[in-house]
């Protein structure tokens, strides 16, 4: 995972991002903000199934 988040990173270490250019510290942003948006649709997809599953199994529990 740690390879993943490096590709997306200007180059650089994360320690000197004092020294990113201005540019490149607004791409991070933007990149960072895709990478979160992906990670929610994905937690959002994971809380419908989990829904379904005890809307599904709970119902089957009750009778």
């Given amino acids: ?3 993943e988040l490096d590709a997306l990173k200007p180059p ?3 320690r000197e991002m004092e020294r990113w250019n ?5 791409a991070y942003i933007t990149t960072m903000k895709a990478e979160i948006s992906k990670v929610e649709r994905i937690l959002a997809s994971k ?3 989990n829904a379904e599953a005890a809307a599904l ?3 089957a529990d009750k009778g």
């Fill in 47 to 49: 809380s419908d199934v």
């Fill in 57 to 59: 199994f709970g119902s």
């Fill in 12 to 14: 650089g270490s994360v």
């Fill in 22 to 26: 201005r540019e490149d510290l607004e």
């Fill in 1 to 3: 995972m740690d390879n």
